[in-house]
C-alpha cells in the first residue's frame, strides 16, 4: 500500500462512487410527496371534467326536449310530473331525453319537473363544487343553490 503524505491510505476508486443509503431515502420520500400532490390535482380535475359533462348532457335535453316539443309533444313537453321516471313525461316518453339522463354516473342526482303548460326544468348536483346545474325550457343553463323544487318548471327558484 501506498501511503500519502499525511499518512493515509487512499481509498480505491470503486468504493467511494455511489450514492448513500440516506440520500436515495431522501429522494424517494421527494419524489412520494409530489406524487400525493399530482394524484390529489388530478382528482380534483376529474370532478370537474365530470362536472362539464353533466352540463353538457343537460343542454342535450334542453336541445331533445324542443324537438319533442316541436314534434312529438305536439306543442307541450308531455305530462306533469315531478321525478325523471313519471310516465307519459317527455324524460320518459322521448327516447332523446332519457338517453341523455341515463348517460350520468351514479355521482350525480337528476332532477326533473315538468308541467301541463308549457314547461320543463332539469337540475343536476355537481360533484366538484357545492351546488346545482339547472335548465330549463326558457333556455336557461345556470348554477343553482339546490335542486329544481317540484311543479316549478323553470331555473328562477
Not at 476508486?13 to 406524487?35: P, Q
Not at 350520468?104 to 351546488?131: E, Q, R
Not at 346545482?132 to 348554477?143: A, E, F, L, R
Request: proline share 4%.
Amino acid at each position: 500500500m501506498i501511503k500519502n503524505n499525511k499518512g493515509f491510505t487512499p481509498t480505491p476508486k470503486s468504493l467511494v462512487s455511489g450514492f448513500t443509503l440516506i440520500e436515495l431515502l431522501v429522494v424517494i420520500a421527494i419524489i412520494g410527496v409530489l406524487s400525493s400532490i399530482v394524484l390529489a390535482s388530478l382528482n380534483t380535475s376529474r370532478k370537474r371534467a365530470n362536472d362539464a359533462k353533466a352540463k353538457t348532457q343537460l343542454s342535450h335535453i334542453r336541445t331533445a326536449a324542443e324537438l319533442y316539443y316541436a314534434n312529438a309533444g305536439n306543442g307541450t313537453y308531455g305530462g306533469s310530473g315531478n321525478t325523471c321516471a313519471t310516465a307519459g313525461t317527455m324524460f320518459v316518453a322521448d327516447a332523446g331525453v332519457a338517453a341523455q339522463l341515463t348517460g350520468l354516473t351514479s355521482d350525480y342526482t337528476i332532477k326533473c319537473v315538468a308541467t301541463n303548460l308549457p314547461g320543463y326544468a332539469v337540475s343536476v348536483n355537481l360533484v366538484s363544487v357545492t351546488g346545482y346545474w339547472c335548465v330549463d325550457y326558457k333556455g336557461s343553463s345556470k348554477p343553482k343553490a339546490g335542486a329544481v323544487p317540484d311543479n316549478t318548471p323553470n331555473c328562477d327558484y
